[in-house]
């Protein structure tokens, strides 16, 4: 800044308008072309130092702009190389961070998956232990015969069920059989036949062993009600050949039988009649009067009338 001021200074000294004296006495022609000259001189010496000082202050001027974005460049590279040594710090940064993270995320997810399994089998000792009140309400409800019996085994039943859908496995396949059988049960008793022996069906599916008579004859009641004699017939007969000693299969065999009155049939119905009395002696004798006092041996009767009174007069 001192050196721009200096060359101004010059600049305008140059300027500066001397005072040219003329003797206008006794001059000649010599003197005036001189003096002429000597001013054409003066001038052309003031504007060649103008020209000098101009050179030279925009010189200057150009220098120091060259110097500033020589600095500034000098000073952006310095900062540009900082930057980029603290980028590369971030970076390792982040990467240590990243590595961190995901250590963290393994060790997170290890602990959600024990808690988890802990909440899983938290839940499924609970459940374990709703199954077994339940069946211990259903029980009581069927032994006691609450007014409410069938609304409360019911819903213990179908919870048992959701239970074992939730947790496959949780009971055993007799006992899930069973609880299928039970609901059947309860929707015969509310007279819904077709769900009675969708039930009553799941249950043979799942375990059609001996101990599933119970089940078997359900099914041919249901078909009995439902018109279906020739079915039931099926279901009792598979019953009696399970258990032959039962008096209700013979009873519900020679009602079904009478009612369908096939001559093929009316004579498998005097077979069981022999059965029933031959077999049971005085009980059989009683089951088959109670059997004509409901109708149930009409059809029979009409063939074989003279059979069935020597069969009451064997005992």
Same mark, same amino acid.
């Given at each position: ?32 072309? %001189? ?17 000098v000082v101009t050179t030279i202050f925009f010189t200057v001027i150009v220098a120091s702009i060259?110097?500033? +974005? ?27 961070? +990243? ?40 029980? %009581?409800?069927?032994?006691?015969? $609450? ?40 929707? $015969? ?127």
């Open positions: 800044m001192a050196l721009t001021a200096v060359i101004i200074y010059f600049m305008f000294k140059s300027m500066a308008v001397k005072n040219i004296v003329i003797n206008a006495k006794g001059t000649t022609l010599r003197n005036e072309v %001189d003096l002429i000259m000597a001013a054409t001189d003066n001038a052309i010496n003031k504007i060649y130092n103008m020209l060259s110097i500033f +974005q020589y600095l500034k460049i000098k000073e952006s590279n310095e900062i540009k190389k900082e930057l980029e040594k603290e980028l590369e710090q971030v970076r390792a940064n982040l990467i240590e961070y +990243q590595l961190k993270f995901k250590q963290l995320e393994n060790d997170n997810n290890g602990n959600k998956n024990r808690i988890k399994s802990a909440i899983d089998n938290f839940d499924k000792k609970s459940a374990e232990i709703e199954v077994e009140v339940s069946f211990i309400r259903a029980d %009581d409800a069927f032994r006691m015969k $609450y007014y409410d019996s069938k609304e409360i085994r019911f819903d213990c039943y179908n919870k048992i069920l959701k239970l074992n859908e939730r947790y496959p496995g949780l009971i055993s396949k007799v006992r899930l059989s069973n609880t299928y059988c039970n609901l059947g049960v309860v929707y $015969y008793e509310q007279n819904s036949l077709y769900k009675a022996k969708e039930y009553f069906q799941k249950s043979l599916d799942l375990d059609n062993t001996g101990e599933k008579i119970g089940t078997l004859k359900n099914i041919g009641m249901i078909e009995y009600k439902l018109g279906n004699l020739r079915k039931s017939v099926g279901y009792f007969e598979k019953v009696y050949c399970l258990n032959e000693n039962n008096l209700e299969t013979i009873e519900l065999l020679i009602k079904a039988l009478n009612n369908i009155n096939e001559e093929e049939d009316i004579d498998k119905a005097l077979k069981y009649c022999t059965i029933l009395v031959k077999r049971h002696g005085h009980s059989g004798l009683k089951c088959l009067d109670k059997i004509e006092a409901e109708g149930y041996l009409h059809n029979i009767k009409i063939k074989y009338k003279e059979e069935l009174n020597k069969l009451r007069k064997s005992l």
